[in-house]
């Protein structure tokens, strides 16, 4: 079958390989096949600097899905163990900003550039003040803070928070672009623990394509109370930011977003891992006590982060903040968006290398149940970046029993909203099959941009698809609340709420782990998983500039997986 979409001067040509013996085609449902098929009629659009594969030959598509049962993936890149670990690790600068009258301010422009991503291979990529992804904004609990960013790109875009609890009109959600060749500035202070935030655009339709380009960078709430309790805290030294994040690569370098019709639908995956922005990375770090700050900043893809001999690290910190007291675990499950902070120990390590790794394979059976939902990498275990244990640095640090106190929300009273998802998955993936007739989406952006098939949006919560003009929910300022997710399809998905901190309640009844009873933003719903959150609604946010609620598979948000709510 073939199509043609256009977008930005570029035609994107695309031919799918029917019986191709390596495809995935043949392994799908045959309701499933014909609604992927109805896909590449309206293949995503991607900002013009990503490669989509043009046609070669028998067409870039035939040849990307006969990759994908290869050990090579589907890039055609050199396997991707011959150049692991030869890299260090790139630390991003750590932004402080410039104080002005008790201001503190920072800016930040959105650029393209070309970054070596993986050795060998120039890959033209966007970044913040730089080629691919951003520096860090550090930024002081209950300091104001000014933040400029502007937009060197040749599209519009918004830039988003995540886990900041600002009002909405501060929030840089899809409300809020930004043209190109102009700015927008945000004002505003932060009160809330200090944690491990992050940031990325949110741009209607476009927030995929976009951060999957490079435009990501953590924010830092600095409340100081990681150094009084004499945690690791020296930046690049035994405080190390590890933002994780997959990309598929052409051979000549170009991200190739979107070009396997059938399963990136599902959640944009890549083959090749990078650690802030390089692949498999290495770094020094000294025999004690380490800090990573772990961030999934991946569009798709959960990692199940473990060391590779297997050793017990502690949990510090959840997306929001400081946990009551370090957790103990061996691996740590983490969806898009979330973070978590842990500390390693390797005070008898020194001379000795350690590998962070994915144990994907040991958890692929929570995400998903179909081979579409897991890619070959879901099903094992994979590398990420190499620990090279050196000298100590003479300031070893501690590991406190206590880390903080967590408020008890009043939730025996509150409320319960009521959210399901809809994901499209193995029978069960399509809105229009399930007996709910809501016609097709009407907002399938300028010149059918959507995500979504055919004018149809694919992934929904409460039955409904995002539209930028309706708000789902009221909140009042203020009140506390439980939002109740039910996943009863078959794949995991990442809810993230804009605006607040909350606590998991319950995961299917259950008390969730240990390191999940601390403050967070962004909670994996495991398929077939019923997950309670609490929280109390802080800030305000009007219809004009309301809160996003959504899943943080970027496709899924970017496909109708996302709601609006107002509150005050
Ligand atoms: Cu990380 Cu609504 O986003
Ligand atoms: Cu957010
Ligand atoms: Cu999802």
């Given at each position: ?30 309701e499933?096949?014909?609604v992927?098929r ?12 990503i ?19 290869s ?13 692991a670990?030869?890299r ?6 750590k ?27 120039s890959?033209?990529t ?21 933040i ?21 009109d ?6 809020s ?8 500035d945000?004002?505003f ?7 491990t ?10 927030t995929?394509?976009?951060?999957y ?7 830092l ?11 690791p ?17 052409a ?14 639908l ?19 770090v ?53 973070r ?40 094992r ?40 998802l ?10 229009m ?6 016609g ?10 959507s ?17 930028m003009?309706?708000?789902?929910q ?6 506390v ?8 399809r ?7 709420i ?29 398929r ?36 609006q709510?107002?509150?005050?």
């Open positions: 079958m073939k199509s043609t979409t256009q977008f930005q001067n570029h035609t994107i040509s695309s031919e799918a390989t029917e019986g191709t013996p390596q495809s995935d085609d043949h392994r799908m449902q045959p499933r096949r014909r992927l109805m896909a590449s009629a309206a293949l995503l659009s991607a900002p013009a600097l490669g989509i594969a043009r046609a070669q030959g028998g067409g870039a598509m035939s040849m990307t899905m006969k990759g994908m049962s050990e090579r993936g589907t890039s055609g890149m050199p396997p991707r163990t011959a150049a670990f030869r260090a690790l790139a630390i991003p600068p932004l402080t900003g410039e104080l002005d009258n008790g201001v503190r301010r920072y800016s930040l422009r959105a650029q393209s550039g070309v970054s070596t991503l993986v050795d060998g291979a890959t033209p966007w970044g913040y003040n730089g080629a691919m992804l951003g520096p860090v904004l550090s930024i002081p609990r209950g300091q104001p803070v000014h400029t960013v502007g937009n060197a790109l040749a599209q519009s875009l918004t830039t988003h928070w995540h886990g900041a609890i600002v009002p909405g501060a929030d840089g959600g899809p409300h672009p930004i043209q190109p060749g102009s700015t927008l945000y004002r202070t932060l009160d809330q623990p200090g944690a935030l992050w940031y990325h655009p949110h741009t209607e339709y476009r995929g394509a976009q951060a380009a490079g435009l990501a960078g953590m924010l709430v600095d409340d100081g109370i990681d150094r009084k309790l004499g945690l805290h020296t930046w690049g030294v035994d405080d190390i930011p590890v933002v994780v994040q997959d990309r598929r690569i051979a000549n370098g170009q991200l190739l977003y979107m070009t396997e019709t059938m399963r990136d599902m959640g944009m995956k890549g083959d090749r891992f990078l650690v802030n922005g390089r692949e498999q990375p290495y770094v020094e000294p025999a004690q006590r380490v800090r990573l700050r772990l961030l999934n900043g991946s569009n798709a893809r959960s990692y199940n982060f473990a060391l590779d001999d297997g050793r017990p690290f502690n949990v510090v910190a959840s997306d929001s903040g400081l946990l009551a007291r370090p957790a103990v675990a061996r691996a740590l499950l983490l969806g898009p968006g979330e978590a902070e842990i500390v390693v120990d390797l005070s008898r390590d020194q001379g000795r290398a350690l590998t962070l790794q994915s144990r994907s394979g040991e958890v692929a059976h929570l995400l998903g149940s179909s081979p579409d939902d897991s890619d070959q990498w879901d099903l275990t994979f590398d990420l970046l190499k620990l090279l244990v050196a000298r100590p640095t003479g300031a070893p640090a501690s590991l406190p029993a206590t880390l903080a106190d967590i408020e008890a929300l009043p939730l025996t009273d509150a409320p319960v909203r009521r959210i399901t809809q994901g499209m998955s193995s029978g069960a993936m399509m809105p099959h399930d007996g709910v007739d809501r097709a989406a009407p907002n399938s952006g300028p010149g059918g941009m995500l979504g098939i055919a004018g149809q949006k694919l992934f929904s919560m409460n039955h409904r698809f995002f539209d003009r309706i708000v789902d009221h909140v009042l300022l203020g009140s609340e439980i939002w109740e997710f039910s996943n009863n078959e794949m995991a998905h990442p809810l993230h804009h605006g607040v901190a909350f606590h998991v309640v319950s995961r299917n009844g259950n008390p969730p782990p240990e390191w999940e009873r601390g403050w967070k933003d962004t909670v994996l719903v495991r077939g998983e019923t997950v309670r959150v609490g929280m109390r609604f802080t800030r305000p946010a009007d219809a004009a500039h309301p809160y996003m609620f959504h899943c943080h598979i970027l496709e899924h948000e970017g496909n109708g997986m996302m709601g709510f107002t509150v005050g």
